[in-house]
């Protein structure tokens, strides 16, 4: 999957759980430009950041990154 279309997931799942940028980058400990880059797909997140923000969202890793089992 590409980095525009996991920002596209990461986005989409923010908004049905109602939570803004802000207050996801609160939850997550990280900046609120951390999580526009992510979103933009100007950056990358590790695994565990991954792991984490499907956790914060409550989504599984696998669906929020498309991965087929």
């Known amino acids: 999957m590409g980095n525009n279309q996991l920002g596209n997931r990461i986005r989409s799942f923010r908004k049905l759980k ?5 207050s996801l980058s609160e939850k997550l400990g990280v900046s609120l430009s951390f999580i526009g880059s ?27 990154c498309a991965i087929n089992k």
């Open 18 to 22: 109602g939570y803004t940028q802000q």
């Open 38 to 64: 992510l979103e933009r797909g100007t950056r990358v997140p590790t695994e565990p950041v991954l792991r984490k923000i499907a956790s914060t969202l409550q989504v599984d890793y696998d669906e929020l």
